[in-house]
């Protein structure tokens, strides 16, 4: 009966980790690594931009990532949860009839 | 009142405090010693994962080794936090709702084979091991430094605290200690980078302070402009630009990542939370707290090398401050007056250049050189001998747990009761600490630089074993066992070829695709990978039951602490 919630749950969590390893790739390899020279021309303040990223930027941006996912994966959790209870009453009424 | 006695101060107050806690945490069960209950909520355990992940290594050399890469120490940063995020969205949660003790756990009871098992019991073993032995030895040289007792008076101290406060109170006592590390730790590494920040910039926040102006006192200017123009002036690499080829770092970045994922004892700290929400919460304490030290080093880097570079070039060698001569004492600043004029040259052209730097004491004397209060130099050593103990105690653990309940109860002697298999953790864990003592005290010249690899191991062995165990359902039991085998075997012999067989050779033209050593274990990664799915497909599916454990770990719901079997 809740196989197809838990395949759809299972589908949302797949996008959910894949797009934020999309971020975390092109912070940190992409940024900070690939196109670091290019980005130094940019400055702001003392920081010429490619460093900051490479050195401080992507460890930020690795804190913002795992919250997201918290954030999302709760809520996630929560529908997953709340669909099975549903389900599970239509499912006692459905025998009581 | 002097350094010493500051010293002394600090680490008798932070000893007494972790020999309290383990007393206060005594392990009553085989739960407590190896995941604490489950019972440890997730800010404590994102502390302790903290303390646990952030070694010797990340305390006293990191900040150092930035200081002479510039931005080439780029992959340390990266490697060491980004690693973080792969932890926390592809293995935490679903290894937590697995629910067992250990590492060789998962993968013994995931590929359902006892040769899986016991694999993985040696990748733990032999990457956990290379790690402690790196852990002793550092806490052996702050204490032969700040404390001037030797070295092996020094290992020995460390010892019987771990051993104290880790077999009394296994994960229990190892993580309510460890959040006191912590404490200890952050405390000792942002006194002296605030103070440092405030006197150079005027900012008391490091991070700013790095892309900030100098204060008149130190010539005004962009701080990073200025390190530039110092660097470009003595002959040495620019400082913000890179040096190593695009490729390397590239891999050197990732292999640290996967390595750091696949870390057995970072793992084991997320059986310890209650749950799998609790499990993703504790990964994001955990990098922030880790986020702290690994922003504020690359600032601390940049504020030594300016420092350093400041007071001693083309200055007189008798008006050297008295931080310059206790170093000289220890061999770790070396000065050659080759030209007889009584002062220092500190330039890139070894022909001219006078002045040898260990890039370890950069952060142990960066107080010294920045002038700052005696009270601030002695608490880097607390901070130090936290960092050490606090890896060293978790590393311990995994080698105890691996043998006792992976070798003996899973493997060889599955009748034994819990409180023997309790007996025997402790013991194994007595013997390690015995053993990683000894090694500590009788460095081989390799251990050294054998730590920087575990990391390489652990990404080629358990890191693609793990995840393809959840995401890939298919997974089977030869596909596993080959690419651990493949991986761990492929990784390892490029490392020992080049660090061993044929040094020669260890440069950028001798190595595979311009890949260094360090950065090997990616390909490594590759490889595991490779075998792993070729390998499935031509052989069984692995059986019903346990593709529906792998569908039940992919779903939410409760899970209740895991029950000793």
């Known amino acids: 009966m809740s196989n197809k919630n838990a395949y759809a749950y299972w589908k949302s969590n797949i996008r959910i980790v894949l797009s934020l390893l999309c971020v975390w790739f092109f912070i940190s390899f992409v940024c900070g690594i690939l196109l670091v020279d290019v980005l130094d021309n940019i400055r702001i303040g003392g920081f010429k931009l490619g460093f900051w990223i490479a050195q401080q930027g992507s460890i930020l941006v690795f804190v913002v990532l795992i919250y997201v996912y918290i954030y999302l994966m709760d809520k996630l959790d929560d529908e997953y949860q709340s669909r099975k209870q549903q389900e599970a009453s239509s499912d006692s009424q459905e025998e009581q009839a | 009142m002097s350094v010493q006695v500051w010293t002394f101060i600090f680490v008798a107050l932070t000893f007494g405090l972790y020999i309290g806690i383990a007393v206060w945490s005594r392990a009553g069960s085989t739960s407590d010693f190896y995941v604490a209950g489950s019972g440890v909520p997730p800010l404590a355990n994102g502390m302790a994962t903290a303390a646990d992940w952030m070694s010797a290594a990340s305390f006293i050399s990191m900040a150092g080794l930035i200081s002479f890469l510039g931005r080439d120490g780029t992959f340390y940063l990266m490697g060491w936090t980004g690693g973080y995020v792969l932890l926390a969205l592809l293995l935490a949660p679903y290894l937590r709702k697995f629910g067992k003790f250990t590492v060789p756990d998962f993968i013994g009871d995931r590929y359902y084979s006892r040769t899986a098992r016991l694999i993985a019991v040696f990748c733990a073993i032999a990457i956990s091991f290379v790690y402690v032995c790196g852990q002793m030895q550092g806490a052996g040289i702050v204490f032969s430094r700040f404390l001037e007792v030797d070295i092996t008076t020094g290992v020995i101290i460390g010892m019987a605290i ?26 000792a590494f942002m006194v002296p980078a605030i103070f440092i920040s405030m006197l150079m910039t005027g900012i008391p926040i490091p991070q700013l302070g790095f892309g900030a102006e100098l204060t008149e006192a130190f010539g005004g200017g962009y701080l990073l402009d200025r390190l530039d123009g110092m660097s470009e002036e003595l002959g040495f690499a620019t400082y913000t630009e890179g040096q190593r080829s695009t490729q390397d770092v590239f891999f050197i970045t990732a292999a640290l990542m996967f390595g750091t994922a696949g870390l057995p004892h970072v793992i084991i700290r997320f059986f310890t939370v209650p749950n799998v ?40 060698y008798s008006a050297m401050p008295e931080w310059f001569s206790k170093w000289e004492t220890t061999n770790l600043i070396v000065f050659d007056d080759k030209n007889n004029d009584g002062r220092i040259q500190y330039v890139a052209d070894p022909e001219v250049n006078e ?26 050593a607390a901070g130090a001998l936290a960092a050490a103990l606090s890896t060293a105690a978790g590393l311990l653990l995994v080698i105890s747990t691996a043998v006792a309940h992976d070798l003996l109860k899973r493997s060889f002697m599955p009748t034994i009761s819990e409180k023997q298999e309790l007996r025997y953790a402790r013991i194994a864990i007595f013997v390690a600490v015995l053993v990683a003592g000894y090694v500590g005290i009788n460095p081989p010249a390799y251990v050294a630089q054998v730590v920087a690899y575990a990391f390489g191991l652990a990404a080629a062995s358990f890191f693609p074993a793990i995840v393809l165990g959840i995401f890939q359902k298919r997974m089977n039991k030869e596909g596993a066992i080959a690419g651990m085998v493949a991986g761990f075997v492929f990784t390892a012999g490029y490392i020992v070829y080049f660090k061993t067989v044929n040094p020669a050779m260890d440069n950028a033209d001798g190595w595979l695709l311009g890949i260094s050593p360090e950065g090997i274990g990616t390909l490594g990664t590759m490889v595991n990978l490779c075998f792993s799915l070729a390998v499935a497909r031509f052989s069984p599916d692995p059986p019903a039951e346990v593709q529906e454990i792998v569908e039940d770990i992919r779903l939410p719901g409760e899970v209740s602490a895991p029950i000793a079997h």
């Open chain 2, 162 to 187: 771990v051993f104290f406060y880790a077999v009394m109170g296994g994960m229990k006592g190892i993580t309510y200690t460890q959040v006191a590390q912590y404490c200890v730790l952050i405390f």
């Open chain 2, 277 to 316: 929400r609790d499990a993703r919460r504790s990964a994001g304490f955990a990098l922030i707290f880790i986020a702290i030290l690994y922003t504020t080093a690359p600032a601390v880097a940049a504020f030594a090398r300016t420092n350093l570079i400041d007071t001693v070039n083309n200055a007189e």
């Open chain 2, 355 to 380: 002045l040898t730097v260990n890039r370890d004491i950069m952060v142990l004397a960066n107080p010294e050189i920045a002038g700052l209060p005696n009270w601030v130099v002695a608490l880097v």
